[in-house]
Every structure is written in structure tokens, then in C-alpha cells.
Nanobody
């Protein structure tokens, strides 16, 4: 079992930057593919970014490509989401997720573990 805890959310202005962290406990995440998803009020949870076990491969949703960067520090058992040039439409609860495979993973159904989420609010 692994527990995931997100942190770093908050209220920011449009154009600002924010870094989210997701730290695992209970076992190492170093062999897991990881991802960030988000869910805005009244909308379905959507994929944001994914990273493979080593951090050597990443991919992003079109809406955040060029603005967000996913990374990981396996020594700290932590995955990050650096968000820049934030827009009001980025407002959502952000969740990190761990899959049992080490590859890039996009489908929420393929993730075995989820954090509780952290709120990001971008004011215009």
C-alpha cells in the first residue's frame, strides 16, 4: 500500500506560478508511473500530466503543454507539478496518482493509488 499526499495548492492571480508536490509514504514510488489529474466544479476529472518511473519521459494534456512541468525526485519519494502562466480555467482540485506500471499512464482507471487532492484557485 502507498499513501499519497498533495501539497502546494492555493489562491493565485492569473499569470502567477505555483508548484504542487505529491509525497508518497508506505513504500517507494520509484518504480511507479505517476500522473496529475484535476477536477473543476461540475466537470469530470481530467488528465493533466504523466511521468514514467525514471523521470526520463513525460507527457501533458494539450491545455497545459508549455506551461506545466511534471518532475520527480525518487530519493524524496515525491512528484512535482510546476505550473506557470496560470489561467482562471486552471482552477480545480489537483490530484496525484500512482500506477503499478512504470510507464506513462493516461487513463484514470489504470491508477491504483490516489491522493486526497489540493485546491488551486486562479483569480482573474
Amino acid at each position: 500500500q502507498v499513501q499519497l499526499a498533495e501539497s502546494g495548492g492555493g489562491l493565485v492571480q492569473a499569470g502567477d506560478s505555483l508548484r504542487l508536490s505529491c509525497t508518497g509514504s508506505g513504500r517507494t514510488l520509484s518504480m511507479d508511473g505517476m500522473a496529475w489529474f484535476r477536477q473543476a466544479p461540475g466537470k469530470e476529472r481530467e488528465f493533466v500530466a504523466t511521468i514514467n518511473w525514471s523521470g526520463g519521459m513525460t507527457d501533458y494534456a494539450y491545455s497545459v503543454r508549455g506551461r506545466f512541468t511534471i518532475s520527480r525526485d525518487n530519493a524524496k519519494n515525491t512528484v512535482y507539478l510546476q505550473m506557470s502562466k496560470l489561467k482562471p480555467e486552471d482552477t480545480a482540485v489537483y490530484y496525484c496518482a500512482a500506477s503499478r506500471t512504470g510507464t506513462l499512464t493516461y487513463n484514470s482507471g489504470q491508477f491504483a493509488y490516489w491522493g486526497q487532492g489540493t485546491q488551486v484557485t486562479v483569480a482573474s
